[in-house]
C-alpha cells in the first residue's frame, strides 16, 4: 500500500516549520462548474485553479506549467475529525505527518513539465468518496524528471524512493484542499 513512504523524503521538522503561511493552495472563491471533469494547473510551487469544492465523481487532470519540474496532484481523504487548516497539518512533525497521509490516496496523477503528459500511477483522476481531501506534491525539489518516472515505474504505486532532489514541493508551498460533496 501507499504507507507513510509518501514522507520519507520529507526532511525535518524544522524545514517544515519553515513553510510559508501564505502559501495555500486552495482558492475558497472556486467550486468546481462542473461534476464530470476539473483541469488543476501546476506550477513552481502550487496549485492554480484548484476547486475548494467539488461533487463526488469529479475527475481531476493536472496541466503542468513549470518549465523544468514535474509535478504531482496526490489526493488524500482526511478523517471526518480532523478539522485543523493544512497549512497547519503540513507543518506537523514527521511522524504525524505521516501518519495522516497513511491511507491510500484516491488518486495520484504525475504530470510532465511544458503540459507534458499525464502518468497516474494510482486511480484515474476520479475522486469519488466525500469528505475532505488534502491535495499536495511530495517531488523531490530539482529532481531530474526522467529519473522520478523511472523510480515511480518501479515503485508499483508506492512513493519512489532514492531519486536525488531538495524538500519536497509542499515544504514550498505545493498544497490545497479540496472538500467533495
Ligand atoms: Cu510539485
Do not use: W
Request: aromatic share 6%; charged share 20%; net charge negative.
Amino acid at each position: 500500500m501507499f504507507r507513510s513512504r509518501l514522507v520519507l523524503g520529507l526532511t525535518t521538522a524544522g524545514m517544515l516549520a519553515a513553510v510559508s503561511l501564505t502559501a495555500c493552495g486552495s482558492d475558497p472563491d472556486v467550486t468546481a462548474a462542473s461534476n464530470k471533469s476539473v483541469d488543476v494547473v501546476a506550477v513552481d510551487y502550487a496549485y492554480k485553479e484548484l476547486p475548494a469544492k467539488a461533487k463526488a465523481g469529479t475527475q481531476f487532470s493536472l496541466v503542468n506549467e513549470s518549465a523544468k519540474e514535474l509535478h504531482e496532484f496526490v489526493a488524500i481523504r482526511l478523517p471526518d475529525a480532523e478539522k485543523r487548516p493544512i497549512k497547519e497539518l503540513v507543518k506537523l512533525p514527521e511522524a504525524e505527518l505521516g501518519a495522516l497521509l497513511s491511507p491510500k490516496p484516491a488518486t495520484v496523477i504525475i504530470a510532465q513539465p511544458k503540459k507534458g503528459a499525464e502518468i497516474m500511477p494510482v486511480g484515474d483522476g476520479t475522486i469519488s468518496e466525500p469528505g475532505r481531501y488534502i491535495v499536495f506534491c511530495a517531488i523531490p525539489t530539482g529532481a531530474v524528471p526522467q529519473e522520478y518516472l523511472d523510480a515511480a515505474a518501479k515503485a508499483n504505486g508506492q512513493k519512489p524512493e532514492g531519486v536525488a532532489g531538495g524538500p519536497p514541493h509542499f515544504v514550498n508551498g505545493m498544497y490545497g484542499e479540496i472538500t467533495i460533496s
